[in-house]
């Protein structure tokens, strides 16, 4: 079996990371990495890391209007798969590469496994919501991490090939967790204490490219007293700039973190604020409470759990949330969640 890998954004690389090193055991991975992360620390780091193989085809599309970006990695990856012929391509999340790799394939008449199926947010205003979408309804073999995201699909018609597999992101999670154990701490280098800093994470585009809703969410950083840790994605700095933010002498913006870094990071932390899904998740397992800075979540079941509050980005109704997690924190890893490797291969193999 052949399967062609696309992977273009971090947390691609995470998931794709521990699969590759199953799927490389016994069969042929190509592995194609779009560029639409491209910065160092956004993506070389976690190669090294990681221990991701080299990527055999590298894009290098890097950023851009949606159309256009998704447009070019369309037909580049078209044409690794006229060269290639995988048996089948593996795409991961809800990007602008998931897409085009889906597409790319479906045109080509090759079998299509989406990982991280049957989510969603239900706001098609944002891309994430769009990508998802349009990835399963042209997938064949779907990997559901959770009994929501399958309930999804069959709401949408989709039940050939679904499968609740659990969460890839889960066994990523714990071998950094093992890593981490005997790597320098990060909590020395930034002078952090256990439990006595926020960490924040703020890039998605409902969030980033709207001044006034950006604006929110940085008054409520410099209105909250406590030790603040903001790793900064490079488009998010992009429009801190542009808004001439200036952050009080307790937030600390540092560059992107590696992801070994960056699961240490939210280990130690009392509370998580962030507009990521990945990390909503981390969090969930880690048992960190976490404030998700929008008004709808992907990861329903972290609210159910009471691990996770949607605040939106009223920076009062942030502080509010905030100030009643005081007492709420555990380190205790939820073990809710299976290990789907082994499943993913094994239905692709017999597919």
């Not at 690389?13 to 042929?28: C, D, G, M």
């Not at 947010?121 to 998802?132: C, H, Y």
């Not at 960190?288 to 605040?311: A, D, F, K, Q, Y």
Request: proline fraction near 4%; charged fraction near 20%.
């Amino acid at each position: 079996m052949k399967v062609a890998t696309i992977v273009g954004a971090r947390p691609q690389f995470i998931k794709a990371s521990t699969v590759s090193r199953v799927l490389r055991e016994k069969y042929t991975e190509i592995l194609i990495h779009t560029g639409q992360h491209y910065d160092d620390n956004m993506s070389a780091v976690f190669f090294q890391e990681l221990g991701i193989h080299e990527p055999e085809y590298n894009l290098g599309v890097g950023s851009g209007n949606h159309g256009a970006q998704t447009g070019v990695m369309l037909a580049g990856i078209e044409n690794i798969l006229l060269d290639e012929r995988p048996d089948w391509v593996m795409v991961y999340g809800d990007t602008n590469s998931t897409l085009a790799g889906a597409l790319a394939a479906a045109k080509l008449h090759i079998h299509v496994a989406h990982v991280e199926a049957g989510l969603r947010s239900f706001n098609r205003a944002m891309p994430e919501e769009i990508n998802r979408i349009l990835t399963d309804h042209i997938s064949n073999l779907l990997f559901c991490p959770t009994q929501t995201a399958v309930d999804n699909l069959h709401r949408e018609g989709i039940v050939e090939g679904v499968h609740l597999v659990g969460d890839v992101m889960y066994n990523s999670l714990h071998w950094a967790i093992e890593q981490n154990r005997v790597r320098p701490d990060i909590l020395n280098r930034l002078g952090l204490e256990e439990k006595k800093y926020l960490l924040v994470t703020v890039h998605r585009a409902e969030n980033v490219d709207k001044r006034e809703r950006l604006g929110q969410i940085l008054d409520a950083f410099n209105r909250i007293e406590e030790p603040l840790v903001f790793p900064v994605h490079p488009r998010t700095r992009k429009k801190i700039n542009e808004v001439g933010y200036l952050p009080n002498a307790n937030v600390q913006l540092i560059a992107p973190t590696g992801y070994l870094d960056m699961v240490r990071l939210e280990s130690a932390a009392r509370v998580i604020l962030t507009d990521s899904g990945g990390v909503q998740k981390e969090a969930y397992w880690l048992g960190i409470p976490c404030i998700t800075l929008r008004n709808e979540t992907e990861w329903i079941e972290t609210i159910e759990s009471g691990w996770n509050v949607l605040s939106g980005v009223d920076s009062k109704q942030i502080l509010q949330i905030l100030n009643s997690l005081n007492n709420k924190t555990t380190n205790d890893i939820h073990p809710d969640y299976i290990s789907p490797v082994d499943r993913f291969i094994e239905l692709m193999a017999k597919s």
